[in-house]
């Protein structure tokens, strides 16, 4: 497995070793030991897996603490873009994102740290799975609107897909966050 630091270190891209023949293919996408290792030391709480149809944006979501969830993605089924946004107050990349595509193809996974929200665009009919470091909780789900203009993410897309509730989120600069950076490590 390969560990790939991004432009704001604590999110991480992973790339699995996968073993192929004429058969198929097999891969470790989780192994706590590995991810600690590469500092990922989180239990995970939940598994989630999602379905989106082509053009479907979902996001930009987080929970607020003490609920906030770490998310381990993988794409599954078909290619999305996926897209984590740090709501950390104080961080020196606070309002910046870091963009990757997932895929079945690729087979890559995205590592988003609590603190952070997270959007993905279906870029064709497209399942996900991932693991979280926390369970739902309905009452700190919180979101801000996906085409903010403080945070910019340069969606390959003029009109997605929303949800209701997508379309109401409020910009960043009304959004109720309580995520602080720590520059101590976990």
Same mark, same amino acid.
């Given at each position: 497995?390969?560990?790939?630091?991004?432009?704001?270190?604590?999110?991480? +891209?992973?790339? =699995?070793?996968?073993?192929?023949?004429?058969?198929?293919?097999?891969?470790?996408?989780?192994?706590?030991?590995?991810?600690?290792?590469?500092?990922?030391?989180?239990?995970?709480?939940?598994?989630?897996?999602?379905?989106?149809?082509?053009? @479907?944006?979902? &996001?930009?979501?987080?929970?607020?603490?003490?609920?906030?969830? &770490?998310?381990? @993605?993988?794409?599954?089924?078909?290619?999305?873009?996926?897209?984590?946004?740090?709501?950390? /107050?104080?961080?020196?990349?606070?309002?910046?994102? @870091?963009?990757?595509?997932?895929?079945?193809?690729?087979?890559?996974?995205?590592?988003?740290?609590? &603190?952070?929200?997270?959007?993905?665009?279906?870029?064709?009919?497209?399942? /996900?799975?991932?693991?979280?470091?926390?369970?739902?909780?309905?009452?700190?789900?919180?979101? +801000?609107?996906?085409?903010? =203009?403080?945070?910019? /993410?340069?969606?390959?897309?003029?009109?997605?897909?929303?949800?209701?509730?997508?379309?109401?989120?409020?910009?960043?600069?009304?959004?109720? +966050?309580?995520?602080?950076?720590?520059?101590?490590?976990?």
């Amino acid at each position: 497995m390969k560990f790939i630091k991004t432009h704001i270190p604590d999110v991480i +891209i992973i790339e =699995p070793s996968v073993f192929e023949d004429e058969r198929g293919f097999f891969m470790e996408f989780y192994r706590k030991d590995v991810f600690s290792e590469n500092g990922i030391a989180y239990e995970f709480k939940q598994d989630n897996h999602s379905y989106s149809k082509k053009g @479907v944006l979902r &996001g930009i979501h987080y929970q607020l603490e003490p609920h906030s969830q &770490g998310k381990l @993605v993988r794409c599954i089924r078909g290619r999305v873009l996926d897209v984590a946004v740090d709501l950390r /107050i104080g961080s020196p990349w606070f309002k910046k994102y @870091v963009a990757v595509e997932l895929s079945a193809e690729n087979k890559k996974m995205i590592w988003i740290p609590p &603190g952070f929200g997270h959007a993905f665009l279906a870029l064709e009919d497209s399942e /996900i799975i991932y693991k979280v470091t926390q369970i739902y909780n309905p009452s700190a789900e919180r979101g +801000i609107r996906w085409n903010d =203009p403080e945070i910019s /993410i340069d969606w390959p897309i003029e009109n997605p897909i929303l949800s209701q509730k997508d379309k109401n989120f409020p910009f960043l600069k009304d959004a109720e +966050i309580n995520f602080f950076y720590s520059s101590e490590p976990k």
